[in-house]
């Protein structure tokens, strides 16, 4: 296949070079100078800027820089990149696909980079040109290695068609492979594939700073738990999402380690966060009218004999298959419980901001 990668850093690097060794005819394009120097000095195809005017179809991997910008992604070059690339597109008569690699917020490759390239370009998207998404999960100390073989490539196009041709480039790689209809779901994909290990890493920072307040192991407790509880061994357990936990034991332990860890001087901001998700999804399934609020109550509490989630899963389980039922008196009290206003909190600093709400905006 005929193929051009916009940006040639670490990811458009391994990409371009993985897809070359396979085979392909591939032409990396970068706008720095030096980088282009480099690429043409180690023998591969790098150009400043993209030339489509005699290519037949083609895929374009758009793996352009998105750092972030506080809050929020800085897609300064990856919109001078996607302009850019619209203004090559109107020099050619061919369907070239437009691949979506970097990271962004979902939404992006139809709600930006669809509407940036029809305007450059002329062309409209599904006639003019194709869109598709295919975000990358290379680690930056072993980008190539990943590359050549994943773990997992996820391909997001409403384009059949595309979907064959991304699914035929990357076949070979090996690796399980998931492809989407919409490529939201795609980019959606890669946000919350970082976001849970970040969460996860943070949260055993937190559970370590309870272990060196106690004088104990953490890699001994770490250890044992990946193996111990479900949420770690079982890739479908609390996965499903959309319903609180319950039960006997997650409601209980979750407050009272809370209690605990305040009491020995540790502020826990994620198990409080924790917490407080949990509240507003056991408020929503009561509204719902999902389940009756003496119900919402036992389960919080802790005196229900059974669970919100069922082995597959969170959600309600088993014990909420009874249709549904109007709130009762009981919701006060649930709600009184898990009420935020209960947690423990640090004091407040000279800003008059608790160090668990983070920066005031």
Wanted: hydrophobic fraction near 40%; charge should be negative.
């Amino acid at each position: 296949m005929r193929i051009f990668v916009v940006g040639s850093g670490v990811v458009g690097t391994a990409t371009g070079r993985g897809l070359l060794d396979a085979g392909h005819r591939v032409t990396f394009i970068d706008v720095s100078p030096e980088r282009v120097a480099f690429l043409n000095e180690i023998g591969l195809d790098a150009r400043p800027e993209i030339d489509l005017g005699s290519e037949g179809d083609s895929l374009v991997f758009l793996t352009l820089p998105t750092p972030n910008a506080g809050s929020r992604y800085d897609l300064t070059a990856f919109v001078a990149g996607t302009r850019d690339l619209g203004r090559a597109l109107c020099e050619t008569s061919a369907v070239h696909t437009v691949v979506v690699r970097s990271t962004v917020d979902p939404g992006t490759t139809e709600g930006l980079v669809g509407p940036l390239l029809e305007q450059e370009s002329g062309l409209r998207q599904g006639s003019g040109f194709l869109l598709a998404s295919n975000p990358e999960f290379l680690r930056a100390s072993s980008a190539a290695e990943d590359f050549r073989w994943p773990w997992m490539t996820v391909i997001g196009a409403r384009n059949r068609r595309v979907q064959e041709r991304l699914a035929e480039l990357f076949a070979p790689f090996g690796g399980t492979m998931r492809i989407f209809d919409n490529p939201t779901t795609a980019e959606f994909v890669k946000c919350a594939h970082n976001i849970f290990n970040a969460t996860k890493i943070s949260f055993w920072n937190e559970m370590h700073v309870v272990a060196e307040r106690l004088q104990i192991d953490l890699g001994a407790v770490s250890e044992t738990v990946s193996r111990s509880a479900e949420a770690s061994f079982n890739p479908a357990y609390g996965t499903r999402g959309g319903a609180p936990y319950g039960g006997v034991c997650l409601p209980k332990d979750t407050m009272a380690f809370l209690g605990f860890a305040a009491g020995v001087g540790v502020d826990m901001p994620i198990l409080r966060s924790v917490i407080e998700m949990n509240s507003r999804f056991v408020d929503r399934a009561a509204a719902d009218g999902a389940v009756s609020g003496e119900r919402v109550a036992e389960l919080v509490g802790g005196r229900a004999a059974d669970s919100l989630g069922d082995r597959s899963g969170n959600g309600f389980g088993d014990g909420f298959g009874g249709g549904a039922t109007e709130p009762g008196p009981g919701l006060a009290s649930a709600r009184a419980l898990w009420s935020p206003d209960r947690l423990p909190r640090q004091p407040r600093d000279s800003r008059g901001v608790e160090a668990t709400e983070g920066a005031p905006r």
